[in-house]
């Protein structure tokens, strides 16, 4: 489940010490299943998978649309890492993780209110989201993360 998937990255990325949000990955309620369905947002991949979440042509679609290119040759921490020095955004970490949040939205309305995805909207959820977020940064960091 793309939940798993957000929760593992928070997990990894705060363990990791990258990130700077609120996020309490205490809070976050693991779900964990045997079976392995087939991505809703690319009908390819098994959704479950950390992996699908890069390889997914949904998420890359949206991912290229802020310029996230993710190296799935690396394994995952590395392939962080790699991104995030390869992007000269600041904030990285919180644009990444607010990007996996809005691709799990995005799904979360095609499945349950049946509105047809698409990484325009994504966008615009994520611009969004980065605003939103921005409002508990300083004044002088909150520019340089909105996009
Ligand atoms: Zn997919």
């Known amino acids: 489940m793309v939940i798993c998937l957000v929760a593992n990255a928070?997990?990894?990325?705060?363990?990791a010490g990258h990130m700077n949000m609120n996020t309490k990955s205490s809070?976050?309620?693991f779900f964990w299943?045997?079976?392995?369905?087939?991505?809703?947002?690319?009908?390819?991949?098994?959704?479950?998978t950390i992996d699908h979440l890069f390889d997914c042509a949904f998420a890359k679609e949206c991912c290229a649309t802020i310029h996230i290119d993710w190296d799935v040759s690396l394994p995952l921490l590395d392939r962080?890492?790699?991104?995030?020095?390869?992007h000269t955004i600041p904030f990285f970490t919180e644009a990444a993780l607010i990007a996996a949040w809005e691709l799990w939205k995005v799904r979360n309305d095609m499945i349950f209110q049946r509105r047809a995805p698409?990484?325009?909207?994504?966008l615009s959820n994520f611009k969004q989201q980065c605003n939103l977020q921005s409002v508990r940064f300083k004044d002088n960091l909150r520019s340089s993360f909105c996009v």
């Open 10 to 15: 928070c997990v990894l990325l705060s363990s």
């Open 27 to 29: 809070t976050i309620i």
């Open 33 to 48: 299943s045997t079976s392995h369905a087939v991505c809703v947002m690319c009908d390819s991949g098994e959704e479950e």
């Open 80 to 86: 962080f890492t790699q991104a995030r020095s390869a």
């Open 118 to 122: 698409s990484p325009s909207i994504w």
